[in-house]
């Protein structure tokens, strides 16, 4: 089954700095990772969020929001939209100083406390893809009762003509 592409989404270079930056400082927290954070910010970490911003790739079809990621361990991830429960827009205090926000998938179905389903950083103009993915959802489900609605006509309908024979038969 082909789909149509809806957009794709571009991603801020900056998202390069936060990953090496994050990362950094999330390697410095720990004392073991003390001497790895040297290591990371003098090469390994440039050259890891570089292809890591690469490989980044998310897509609105229109049927399915599709996220691509990762280098060692890479993320391909697909999610019906009819299964999009809600898109929550972030943007933290470490998020504006680098002029990035964040996109929260949330998915029917997810357990409480699993998390969300999906987290996009560095989206640029995120708000009109957070609208756009939105509104492709309600295309879908309109879509869907729309569908609902003529099957559960059809099925009434044959069940009055069952019941309009069941009565002629009776009557004659």
């Known amino acids: 089954m082909e789909t149509n592409v809806i957009k794709k989404a571009t991603f801020n270079p900056i998202v390069k700095t936060y990953i090496l930056l994050y990362v950094f400082f999330i390697m410095i927290i720990t004392v073991v990772g003390i001497p790895l954070a040297i290591i990371w910010i003098c090469g390994i970490g440039q050259w890891w969020s570089n292809h890591y911003y690469h490989k980044l790739e ?3 079809s229109d049927k399915h929001l599709r996220l691509r990621m990762g280098i060692l361990i890479q993320v391909d991830k697909t999610i019906p939209l009819e299964n999009i429960q809600d898109l929550t827009f972030y943007e933290g205090p470490i998020l504006r100083y680098f002029n990035l926000s964040m996109l929260k998938v949330e998915t029917a179905g997810q357990g409480s406390g699993s998390g969300h389903e999906m987290e996009l950083i560095g989206i640029e103009d995120a ?13 879908i489900r309109m879509s869907m009762q729309q569908r609902g609605d003529d099957e559960t006509k059809k099925v009434l309908m044959e069940i009055r003509d069952i019941l309009t024979r069941i009565e002629t038969k009776t009557m004659s």
């Open 58 to 60: 998310c897509v609105l």
């Open 127 to 139: 708000h009109e893809f957070r609208l756009l993915v939105l509104e492709q959802r309600e295309r």
